[in-house]
């Protein structure tokens, strides 16, 4: 079975733009989960996303959005990039049952640099 | 609200000697525990989980982690730690996978 998959791996924006992420999650699982990571803050939840529908949010501000389609594929776009916005941003799937116990699995991650 | 605390740093073992990496959590209600590894550029893999039952958990790689509710403690253990151990470990916690909330990891140096 292949793995969570995130494209691109690197990315390098200026201050202003805005970015859009991709995550292809394992098959057969619906529930995606997307983390920033940096050096200061650590791994940090964004939101998670199961069944095209947010289930939860993280603390982060609304420039932070993201989207699942009905293939379970999910995208985080950020807006009005700032400096503080570059990270590692983990991606992460689980096919999660009733009783939600089900293992998470990352994706590489995709680098991203705000110039 | 919950939170989870590693407050080691960075530690360094000999390869063969063991390891304990320490975890204490913050959690209203009862605890899902997960111990992650993330080597340097990739994503994170997980070691193992606990949700319920027995409080000695084993996981891959040797790894095993000991859940203690009274001291809010999930420790992570390897008897004889391997050269490809070095890696930074992160301990979680959360209602469900997909919304841990993680510590800020232990970078672990192994020396030959």
């Known amino acids: 079975k292949a793995g969570v998959t995130q494209t691109p791996r690197y990315l390098i924006k200026t201050r202003g733009q805005q970015v859009t992420l991709s995550c292809s999650p394992i098959s057969g699982h619906r529930s995606v989960s997307w983390y920033q990571q940096t050096p200061g803050q650590g791994l940090q939840f964004l939101f998670e996303y199961f069944s095209e529908t947010q289930r939860n949010k993280g603390n982060f501000p609304g420039r932070f959005s993201g989207r699942q389609f009905s293939n379970s594929r999910s995208e985080m776009n950020v807006s009005t990039l700032e400096l503080g916005d570059s990270a590692l941003y983990l991606c992460?799937?689980?096919?999660?049952?009733?009783?939600?116990?089900?293992?998470?699995?990352f994706g590489p991650g995709t680098r991203l640099t705000v110039l | 609200a919950q939170s989870v605390t590693q407050p080691d740093i960075h530690i360094t073992v000999s390869e063969g000697a063991s390891l304990e990496l320490r975890c204490n959590y913050s959690?209203?209600?009862?605890?899902?525990l997960f111990w992650y590894v993330q080597s340097p550029g990739q994503g994170l893999q997980l070691l193992l989980k606990y949700f319920s039952g027995d409080t000695l958990v084993q996981g891959i790689k040797g790894f095993e982690a000991e859940f203690k509710r009274s001291q809010s403690s999930f420790n992570l253990r390897k008897p004889s730690v391997h050269w490809s151990d070095a890696a930074e470990y992160f301990c979680?916690?959360?209602?469900?996978?997909?919304?841990?909330?993680f510590g800020d990891g232990t970078t672990l140096t192994v020396k030959p």
């Open positions: 979680a916690v959360g209602a469900y996978a997909g919304k841990s909330t």
């Open positions: 992460a799937s689980s096919s999660l049952s009733g009783a939600n116990t089900d293992t998470q699995y």
């Open positions: 959690y209203g209600a009862t605890p899902y």
